[in-house]
């Protein structure tokens, strides 16, 4: 009897883990790359701590543009950490479905975060013909990261479905 009912249940677990996320468009035909909503089915969950990118130039004046690179270039290294974290797991960047975005206001844009810049980068990992999943995702302006010029760290929560 115990067999039998191990049986059922492991039936019925695989049948919740086949079952596909649920990502709910924005209202109104918004063609903005992020989703109002994921609604995940049980399976297993992945909270990837936030990556912060690599030093673009090594050489250069520590803490300067030119050794971490601007917005743009910071969130490429970033997701680019994102997406190889992810691939040791089993996953990809499709499997993404919240991201939080901490990005630092830019002095060349009066103090203001650089979304634009973020933007540039973040698409080419999602809303594309290859990766068409988008996350429900929220960005901020904070004062400051772990260390000074990082202008961008970016946490994701996966699912393995």
Do not use: H
């Amino acid at each position: 009897m115990n067999k039998l009912l191990c049986i059922i249940a492991l039936t019925l677990a695989g049948s919740a883990n086949a079952e596909e996320v649920k990502r709910y468009p924005l209202p109104g035909g918004s063609t903005f790359p992020i989703a109002s909503a994921v609604e995940v089915p049980a399976g297993s969950t992945i909270y990837e701590s936030g990556k912060i990118p690599a030093p673009k130039d090594e050489t250069a004046e520590a803490d300067s543009l030119a050794f971490w690179g601007n917005t743009e270039e910071q969130t490429d290294s970033v997701l680019a950490r994102i997406e190889s974290s992810l691939k040791a797991k089993g996953l990809d960047m499709g499997n993404v479905v919240k991201m939080t975005v901490f990005l630092v206001g830019d002095p060349a844009l009066e103090g203001r975060m650089d979304f634009a810049g973020f933007m540039k980068s973040y698409v080419k990992y999602f809303g594309t013909k290859e990766q068409p999943n988008l996350p429900a995702r929220s960005a901020l302006q904070v004062a400051g990261l772990v260390a000074k010029g990082m202008m961008v760290e970016i946490e994701v929560i996966a699912v393995r479905p």
